[in-house]
C-alpha cells in the first residue's frame, strides 16, 4: 500500500508540475498575442497602403474563460477585443506632410485560434476621430529605392464591415498655396465581400459650401496604394437643405439627387437641382430654378465642367455648358459659360435681375451668349461679364406708363393718332450687348412696334438705374400724318425735311432718365 500511495503522490505532484508549466505556458503565450496582433495590424497597414505606419498604443482583451481551456483549445472559437489607439499612415519618407489616414481609436473583435491562420477575417471594425487626406493627383510618392511590394504581398485580411464615426476626408490641391477641400462626415457604413473588393457603402456628410446635408450610398474602391485619387467610386446622392445665402450674391435653398462614378480625380456626375425660390440679393425677387445636369468634377481641387445643364427658370427653359475651374495662381475659381435659350420668357429673367416687385415688360426672348465671373474680390454683379445677343418678341410693357407711350409712337407711326382702337402693341426688341462693371453696353438695340422702329445704342447702369441711349426714329407715317387738326395741315411744309431713308420720318433721338422716370428727346448733337 505504501508503495502505491508514493506512486499516487508522484502522479499528482507530476500532474500538478504538468498543469502548472501548461498554465506558464499559456500565460507567455497569451502574453505573446497583443505583440503579435499589433505587428499584423502593422504588416497590414503599412503593405495595404504602401504607407509607414505609427500607433500609438495596442490592447488586447481577452475573453472571460478559462486560461488553461484556451490554451488546450488553441484560442479558438474565443473572441478577443482589440482597441488600437493613435494611428498614423503617412506616405513613404514624406514625414512633414498631413497623414493619409489618421484615426484616434479602433475597435474591432478577433479569433484568437485564426490568429495564425493564412486568412484571416474581421466581421466588424469601429472606427472614431477619423481623418482621410486625399494627396493631389500626379503627386506620387518620391522613395530612395523602388517598391517592390504588390497586392498580392498584402496580408490576407478580410474585413466585413467597418463603421466610422466623425470623420473629416481633406482632398488637397496641387497648389499647395491653395485650401484644402475639407468635408465633415457624421458617419460612413462600409461592408465588403472579400479581400481587394469594393466595399459597398451608406455615408452621410455635411457639405461645407453651401452647407447641407449630403446622404450617399455607393461603392469605393479596391484601395489604389499607388495613386489614391484613382480608387474607384460610384454611387447615388441626396443632397438636402443647402442654403446658397451663404453665397454673396444668390439666395435660395437647393435640393439635389443624382448619381455619379469615376473617382475621387475625375468624377462623372448627373443628376437633377431644384430651388424653389432662386434670387440675386441685388434683386431679393425670388424665381424658381430647377436644372437637370451632367458634369465632370475634379474632386482634387473642385474644378468643375458643364456638359451641359439643361434649365428652367421660371418658365424659361434654356441650356449652359462651360467649366468652373481654379487657375494655378488665383484664389478664387473662374467661371466661363455659354448660354443658349430659344423659349425663354423675359419676366422671369427682368423679375430675377431688377429691383422691385413689379417688372416692366414680358415677351418672349430667344439669348445666346457667353458668361465670365473672373476671379476678382468683390461682388458678383461686380465682377459679372457678359457678351451675347438677344431677340424679345411681342413684347409688352406692363407699366401703365411705358405702355401708352408706345401705343401712341404706334399710332403715330402708322398715321392714326387719334385711333384709340391702336392698344396695348406688341413690340420687338433686339440686340448686341455686354455687360462689364454693373454697366450694361448695348452696341444695337433695335426696337420695333407696328409703323415705328427705333435703331440705338447706349448704356444702363444697374446699380443707379440709370440710361442713356441714342439713335435714330423711323416712322412709316409723314410728319403732319403723326398730327391731327389744324397742326397736320400746318407741319406739312416740313414733311420733306424729315422725309429721307426710305422712311415717312426719320429722326435722331436720344432716352435719358432713369428706368421708372425715362425722357424721350430729339437728339440736336
Known amino acids: 500500500m505504501r508503495r502505491i500511495w508514493k506512486i499516487l503522490l508522484a502522479l499528482v505532484l507530476l500532474f500538478g508540475i504538468s498543469v502548472g508549466v501548461i498554465i506558464y505556458n499559456a500565460r507567455e503565450i497569451i502574453a505573446s498575442f497583443e505583440p503579435q496582433v499589433k505587428a499584423q495590424v502593422l504588416t497590414y497597414l503599412h503593405e495595404r497602403y504602401n504607407a509607414d505606419v505609427q500607433i500609438e498604443s495596442l490592447k488586447l482583451n481577452l475573453p472571460t474563460m478559462n486560461r488553461l481551456e484556451l490554451f488546450l483549445n488553441k484560442g479558438k472559437g474565443a473572441k478577443a477585443g482589440v482597441t488600437v489607439r493613435g494611428i498614423v499612415l503617412r506616405r513613404k519618407n514624406r514625414p512633414d506632410e498631413p497623414p493619409l489616414l489618421s484615426m484616434k481609436q479602433v475597435s474591432f473583435r478577433v479569433d484568437i485560434g485564426k490568429l495564425f491562420d493564412p486568412k484571416k477575417v474581421i466581421e466588424l471594425i469601429e472606427m472614431e476621430g477619423v481623418e482621410i487626406h486625399v494627396p493631389a493627383k500626379g503627386d506620387r510618392q518620391l522613395s530612395s529605392t523602388p517598391s517592390t511590394e504588390t497586392a498580392s504581398s498584402t496580408p490576407p485580411i478580410q474585413i466585413d464591415e467597418v463603421r466610422i464615426a466623425n470623420a473629416r476626408l481633406i482632398i488637397h490641391p496641387r497648389d499647395k498655396a491653395k485650401r484644402p477641400l475639407d468635408f465633415p462626415i457624421q458617419s460612413i457604413n462600409l461592408r465588403t465581400e472579400g479581400f481587394d473588393k469594393p466595399m459597398k457603402f451608406v455615408a452621410a456628410l455635411q457639405n461645407p459650401k453651401p452647407p447641407g446635408q449630403v446622404d450617399t450610398t455607393g461603392e469605393f474602391g479596391p484601395w489604389n496604394k499607388e495613386e489614391p485619387a484613382d480608387t474607384p467610386l460610384h454611387g447615388e446622392y441626396r443632397f438636402k437643405k443647402a442654403d446658397l445665402g451663404v453665397f454673396s450674391s444668390i439666395g435660395g435653398i437647393l435640393d439635389s ?127 459679372l461679364r457678359i ?91 409723314k410728319v403732319s400724318q403723326t398730327q391731327s387738326g389744324v397742326k397736320r395741315w400746318l407741319l406739312r411744309p416740313v414733311d420733306p425735311i424729315f422725309s429721307k431713308n426710305s422712311a415717312g420720318t426719320y429722326i435722331k433721338i436720344k432716352i435719358a432718365g432713369t428706368r421708372n422716370k425715362p425722357h424721350f428727346g430729339r437728339d440736336k448733337e
Open 257 to 383: 439627387t443624382g448619381v455619379y462614378t469615376g473617382s475621387v480625380s475625375n468624377l462623372q456626375a448627373q443628376g437633377e437641382a431644384n430651388i424653389p425660390g432662386f434670387f440675386l440679393k441685388m434683386a431679393k425677387n425670388p424665381v424658381p430654378l430647377r436644372a437637370q445636369f451632367q458634369v465632370e468634377v475634379d474632386g482634387t481641387n473642385g474644378n468643375t465642367t458643364l456638359k451641359p445643364v439643361h434649365a428652367q427658370l421660371g418658365k424659361s427653359n434654356f441650356t449652359t455648358s462651360g467649366a468652373v475651374i481654379k487657375h494655378d495662381g488665383d484664389t478664387r475659381r473662374t467661371i466661363d459659360l455659354t448660354v443658349k435659350m430659344t423659349t425663354g420668357r423675359l419676366e422671369d429673367f427682368l423679375k430675377l435681375a431688377m429691383k422691385g416687385k413689379n417688372t416692366i415688360m414680358e415677351g418672349n426672348l430667344l439669348l445666346d451668349a457667353k458668361i465670365a465671373i473672373p476671379p476678382l474680390e468683390g461682388k458678383v454683379v461686380e465682377k
Open 387 to 477: 457678351k451675347g445677343f438677344f431677340d424679345v418678341s411681342k413684347a409688352k410693357f406692363l407699366k401703365t406708363t411705358i405702355q401708352e407711350r408706345i401705343d401712341e409712337l404706334s399710332r403715330k407711326g402708322q398715321g392714326q393718332p387719334k385711333n384709340e382702337g391702336i392698344d396695348a402693341v406688341v413690340s420687338r426688341l433686339y440686340g448686341n450687348f455686354s455687360l462689364a462693371n454693373e454697366t450694361m453696353e448695348f452696341q444695337r438695340l433695335a426696337f420695333g412696334v407696328p409703323g415705328a422702329s427705333i435703331d440705338i445704342a447706349g448704356r444702363y447702369d444697374l446699380d443707379l438705374e440709370t440710361m442713356d441711349f441714342r439713335g435714330t426714329l423711323r416712322l412709316d407715317a
